[in-house]
């Protein structure tokens, strides 16, 4: 239900931005920057004839153009905004949004949905141009390809000091075997050693004993 509403008012807005072609369509040398500047240039406007003249409502706009160069005035229905700035298309005649400028994000963010005649709160929607906006998309991509090679170096660091831990253990590992290994050689050959050299003795002490044993008898 709440996609069908959300559905419903983005075509409202879309139909609802046309103008009438030409009446009201001045190029100026800047917009409104508050609500009393606003207000003034409403009054200066045609928007209210417009509005008698053709049985709708027709508001007063100032809105940068398609391509972020000019500022234009207007006279149009207003339209809901989600979540960007608006522009007024001067092909299509229309106001719409500008799906690459996201003023959420701003110094001063604009509501998630507002009407277009609240523009003016919202200055940075007239301060960006086509130069600041494609140089801000570029600094956007590099920052994510600096943060992904950060993140591949990091991966690669941890796995190269995990390697590093993983082959020091082994290497102790390896050590203490060879250390028990050369101790059990070591004690082996001294036990044989041992059993090679006394042995004989043993053999000598033994077959004495026996002949005292025998004299003894005899």
Known sequence: ?????????????????????????????????????????????????????????????????????????VCAPSIVIIGHCPEYNTVGDLIQENFLLDCTKFTVPCPKVYNS???????????????????????????????????????FLQSSLLTREENSNLQVYDNKWRFNWIFAVIVGFIALFCAVFFYPFFLIKKMSHRSNTIKVLS
């Open 1 to 73: 239900m709440q996609d069908l509403l959300w559905l419903v008012i983005i075509l409202c807005s879309c139909l609802g931005g046309y103008t009438k072609p030409n009446e009201f369509v001045k190029r100026v040398k800047k917009c409104p920057s508050n609500k009393q500047e606003w207000e003034r240039a409403v009054k200066k406007s045609r928007c209210e004839l417009m509005s008698r003249s053709y049985e709708n409502i027709y508001n007063y706009h100032c809105l940068k153009d398609e391509w972020l160069d000019n500022c234009i005035e």
């Open 117 to 155: 005649t609240d523009i003016y709160k919202y200055q940075e929607c007239y301060e960006i141009t086509t130069e600041t906006l494609v140089e801000n998309i570029l600094t956007h991509d590099d920052k994510e390809e600096r943060q992904i090679e950060h993140l591949d170096s990091t991966t």
